[in-house]
């Protein structure tokens, strides 16, 4: 059974540009949730999509935006990316998101130059 | 929004010594309590959780303990072992359901 697995693991852009990062949430699970963790700090909410809505967002600017697809995976678009980007981004999913239990992925490192 | 404050941010024990690492939360409606323990470039990692209407919860050498009227839930470790050195996290669900709000972490590092 896989778990939550996203990508890229990593990967660099400069100012200004855009990233998309994709996840697959954990067999049988229908609610994707992302989240930032920038260096030393705890993850920080973005979003949670549930039946390809966006059901809940967090404190972060229109330039994150996010997708979920009928088989459940995600996409977690950035653009007009900053210096302040760069973090590790972590995708959580969850079977029942109002229980609370989430597993998340390994992460994708993105650095912005 | 709820609100999780936690302490210590560094904790610093002996092998076999005790851990503990305290959380408070803002949102008296928030219901659901993990811990996420996250080793160095590794994903955060749900170790155990509490949801409010329990008092304590123990698993092996961990335990969770939730003072509801306090708005305050601690993790405690025992018989620490040198694998147990990672960050640990606190987090709270929120009335509102579907997000987790988290701590800044505790820097947990047992010494032999």
């Known amino acids: 059974d896989a778990g939550v697995t996203q990508s890229p693991t990593h990967l660099i852009k400069t100012r200004g540009q855009q990233v998309t990062l994709r996840c697959s949430p954990k067999?049988?699970?229908?609610?994707v949730s992302w989240y930032q963790q920038a260096l030393g700090q705890g993850p920080q909410f973005i979003f949670q999509?549930?039946?390809?809505?966006?059901?809940q967002r967090g404190n972060f600017p229109d330039r994150f935006s996010g997708h979920q697809f009928p088989n459940y995976s995600s996409e977690l678009n950035v653009n007009a990316l900053l210096l302040g980007d760069s973090a590790l981004y972590l995708c959580a999913s969850s079977l029942d998101p109002n229980t609370g239990e989430l597993f998340f992925g390994e992460g994708s490192r993105l650095t912005v130059l | 929004g709820e609100n999780v404050e936690q302490h210590p941010s560094t904790l610093s024990v002996q092998e076999g010594d005790s851990a503990v690492i305290k959380c408070t939360y803002s949102?008296?409606?928030?219901?659901?309590f993990p811990w996420y323990k996250q080793e160095l470039g590794k994903r955060p990692q749900l170790i155990i959780d509490i949801r409010s209407n329990v008092g304590e919860k123990k698993d092996q050498r961990i335990a969770v303990t939730l003072n509801k009227t306090a708005k305050h839930f601690s993790l405690h470790i025992t018989e620490t072992q040198p694998e147990d050195s990672a960050v640990y996290f606190c987090a709270a669900l929120g009335g509102g359901g579907n997000k987790l709000t988290f701590g800044t972490g505790t820097q947990l590092k047992v010494e032999l």
């Open positions: 067999s049988g699970h229908d609610t």
């Open positions: 949102d008296s409606a928030s219901n659901y």
């Open positions: 999509y549930y039946e390809e809505e966006e059901r």
